[in-house]
């Protein structure tokens, strides 16, 4: 009973920057925490980023830190990831998530996204 809509992936040059947008309906956003996850074929789905409901708890998973930022904007209901210079490991295609609570944890979130591919050349 949620739909969570990703945009903005496409192919860039290794040093780039992409946004990707995630809209969310179908349940109350700001009561929900929002994650990024992103996935290589033939690999495990591996958490991104994770943003609580107030944005006042932010994870971010080691190999982005300081490259990623996760941010949300509760009255447009969108979750989004600014992702600044991409290396060619990041390529993936990225899934945004909803769950009750900001985790690292995969089993926390139960409404995913379609994906968008991610493709970073080097």
């Known amino acids: 009973q949620v739909q969570l809509v990703e945009s903005g992936g496409g192919l860039v040059q290794a040093g780039g920057s992409l946004r990707l947008s995630c809209a969310a309906s179908?349940?109350?956003?700001?009561?929900?925490?929002m994650a990024w996850f992103r996935q290589v074929l033939g690999k495990e789905r591996e958490f991104v980023a994770a943003?609580?409901?107030?944005?006042?708890?932010?994870i971010l998973t080691d190999s982005v830190k300081g490259r990623f930022t996760i941010s949300r904007d509760n009255a447009k209901t969108a979750v989004y990831l600014q992702m600044n210079s991409l290396k060619p490991e990041d390529s993936a295609v990225y899934y945004c998530?909803?769950?009750?609570?900001?985790?690292?944890?995969?089993?926390?979130?139960?409404?995913w996204g379609q994906g968008t591919q991610v493709t970073v050349s080097s």
């Open positions: 943003i609580s409901r107030r944005s006042f708890n932010i």
């Open positions: 998530a909803s769950g009750s609570v900001a985790t690292r944890l995969i089993k926390n979130y139960d409404a």
């Open positions: 179908g349940r109350t956003f700001s009561d929900y925490a």
